[in-house]
């Protein structure tokens, strides 16, 4: 058996492969633009769980960018990779779930969870999806060292006749197309554009490859405010949209804000905070009892994700709008916290539609997953 290489220290796994877990995944630096010239891959940015699978024989690790496991939340993905992935290997890619609607990242996020009756109840109702990108070891073989480009036809042979829930990222060395996957792409819940050279080697935890992600600005009613976990000036605005029937949806915060600019909020937003409850769409949000659902989606309800968080909310007049600078939607909310580029009280809050955001998702989506 080939030279074994531990490429992080870490607890044993019952794996004996030439490239051994844990494995910090190859990371990229952000770029407002793809890269000029020759020798470049380019593949979609897919907006999911980064996961590195080691299989040997029945045996599957399935390692997350943390280096922790993340095998026991996705049991029917371990189970598909067993019978799918070559004997002895080591993959790159991404866990993803992925609907008619696009990819879904609160029904990913929901995975990680203690219980194992939730999880195998949810591993049959959002089953998950792995796209690999890279192949650091085949058999005995350490591909490591290997360019992109002999990895990139290695592991298509690898994952020749593969079926789903397995599926082969595409890829491109032509940069227009790359750029239409950038902007097509965008309406299933992607993140951008990856390009990775392709004499480059595989190297765990550096910043070797390059990463375009979508910024676009839209219009949002700001119809509150929290205050900064410090109790000094305003933390984040709660960001409204309105759908076809009228109905203002919160859709997300605008946060990071400098002290000096927390504290110069205090003053732009106190003329919109007489009477604002008067009439206010998210009134009712105010009692957080009434919201016990814990989804997490209202300015007044309990964070899904940390149950003793701080939601308290004030409301504000809806009356004013902001330019925010955002990535993409996931559903009906935007994915990331987004950032204010400005206040614009030339515009009417009835204007802050979902219209001026509509994407479609594009067939190539369709084509991977077979939706």
Known sequence: MGLRTTVSTGTVRPVDLPVMPPVSPMLAKASPSLPEGDGWWFEPKWDGFRCIVFRDLDEIVLGSRNEKPLTRYFPELAEALRRELPERCVVDGEIVIATPDGLDFDALQQR???????????????????V????????????????????????????????????LTPGTTDREVAADWFVRFEGAGLDGVMAKALDGTYTPDKRTQTKVKHKRTCDAVVAGYR????????????????????????????????????????????????????????????????????SGRMPGAPSRWNATKDMTWSPLRIELVAEVAYEHLQGDRFRHATRLVRFRPDRDPASCTYDQLEQVVPYELHRIFAL
């Open 112 to 130: 990680i969870h203690p219980a194992e009756s939730r999880v195998a109840r949810l591993a049959a109702e959002t089953p998950a999806s792995f």
């Open 132 to 167: 690999a990108f890279d192949l650091l070891a085949l058999g005995d073989q350490s591909l490591l060292d290997w360019p992109m480009r002999d990895r990139r036809r290695a592991l298509e042979l690898a994952l020749d006749g593969a079926r789903t829930p397995l599926h």
């Open 227 to 294: 205050r900064h976990k410090s109790g000094d000036g305003i933390g984040s605005l709660l960001l409204g949209l309105y759908d076809d029937d009228a109905t203002l949806h919160h859709v997300g915060v605008a946060t990071s804000f400098t002290a000096a600019r927390r504290a110069e909020l205090v003053d732009e937003l106190a003329p919109y905070e007489a009477d604002a409850l008067v009439g206010h769409p998210w009134r009712e949000w105010g009692n957080v009892e009434a919201h016990g659902d814990g």
